[in-house]
DNA sequence: ACTTAAACGGAGAGATTTTCTCCGTCTTTG
DNA sequence: CAAAGACGGAGAAAATCTCTCCGTTTAAGT
């Protein structure tokens, strides 16, 4: 693959990675193409239809977040520390959230099952050891897990993004919400079970849902 | 004015804190009058434009914001309960959320500086009882308060949305995140200081971000 | 340097979506 | 039960989005 086709679609994927998080994945294609700051003919040249640029998307996405958990793992021996670092890398990357916003428009094929897998296995274990040490909270699961950090992570609505243009402000708020998972901490969390991965999936893979920004019409 | 007229009003406004909330602030007005189940004369007959639209909901929102913070200043001595009762509150009515989302988007005449004014007052009698009774850390601000409603009580996207169809997993993660900010938890909050409310302010109304959604174009 | 194969940007046709008005029908209220 | 007013929805006009085609530029090998 020639160098600048190569950094082509790096920045259609990291373009696409925002626009999606910010608009939902029926965003136009047309945003991407802009936020790229490529012509509309080198997006569809490489991804022939929207379903070929998110499957890229969430497969690379997938694939940085086992990364970043396996190094968080390795390069922190306190367990909690370790999460915690994972949870930021994972902010930075806007990884999270763009995976959840995707995840429902795929249909999930051998591959992509495999890359989730690993990524899923490697986040898994760094809950279960902080778990294990004691320095998490038993009622969290890796779904709460998960959602909060989309949550922390995801831009802020309209102008309030400009707030946070360099992240200070998502980690510092991911700071305080991790501060609620320590086992000590406040008050019981208002009912419910620990929400598990598979809920997750379960949930955003869900038939019937129309409109993926969640209007029903 | 009419009692079905009434009935219209608030069903659009309702549709209308909803649609914004998920879509933004330029989400299509037809969307609205989908989610309201009305007629597009109706709406337009009563709101001439998307910005009246806007004016009045907020408008309504900042009122019913102000009243739930001194609801639960009167119902609870404790001066974090009073405040987790009304994040509570701020988030089953989607309050936070959508006065964010739209603040931007208007010209604050002085109608909206006073009911916005009662509104800061009331919430920040709430942070500032919990502060002095020692129940809350130093370092939080109303920016952070504000802003982790805002993000905890955000519409999850995507299908996700459909897990928390009763908004129980938000009353859940409100509580973790509340836990987060009770004095002696955790780490530090990851560098930088309290947010204020100006601030948030600030950021909202700043000029030169074309699109609402925070995508630039 | 030069050739060639490949990638690039952007104009723009066609399809889709969104805005907003007009009007015939139905509802409230006195 | 009459009149004033509200309602829903069809649809015209405008805006946006999708996707293709093609002349120009760029990278890589000789």
New interface residues.
């Given amino acids: 693959m020639r160098a600048d086709a190569e950094r082509s679609r790096r920045r259609i994927l990291d373009a696409a990675c925002?626009?999606f998080?910010?608009?939902?994945?029926d965003a136009p294609l047309d945003?991407v193409v802009?936020?790229a700051g490529v012509g509309p003919g080198t997006l569809y040249r490489r991804f022939p239809d929207r379903t070929a640029l998110v499957r890229a998307l969430v497969t690379d996405l997938l694939a940085r977040l086992a990364e970043a958990a396996g190094q968080a793992r390795a390069a922190e021996p306190d367990p909690f520390r370790a999460l915690?670092r994972f949870a930021h890398a994972a902010a930075d990357l806007r990884m999270g959230?763009a995976i959840?916003?995707?995840l429902?428009?795929l249909v999930v094929d051998a591959d992509l099952v495999a890359v989730r897998s690993r990524a899923v296995a490697e986040v898994e274990a760094l809950l279960r050891a902080a778990q294990d040490a004691g320095q998490l909270r038993a009622d969290?699961g890796m779904g709460?897990l998960v959602?909060?950090c989309?949550?922390?992570s995801?831009?802020?609505?309209?102008?309030?993004?400009?707030?946070d243009a360099d992240g200070?402000?998502v980690?510092?708020?991911?700071?305080?919400?991790?501060?609620?998972?320590?086992p000590?901490?406040?008050?019981?969390?208002?009912?419910?079970e620990p929400?598990s991965f598979e809920?997750?999936i379960a949930?955003?893979?869900?038939p019937g849902?129309p409109s993926?920004?969640?209007?029903?019409?």
Avoid: K, S, Y
């Fill in positions: 925002e626009v998080l910010e608009r939902g994945p945003a802009r936020r915690r959230a959840v916003v995707l429902e428009r969290v709460d959602l909060l989309v949550r922390v995801r831009p802020l609505p309209g102008g309030l993004a400009a707030l200070t402000l980690h510092r708020h991911l700071d305080l919400a991790l501060a609620g998972l320590r000590g901490a406040g008050d019981g969390a208002g009912g419910a929400l809920q997750l949930a955003a893979g869900r849902e993926p920004t969640g209007v029903a019409e």
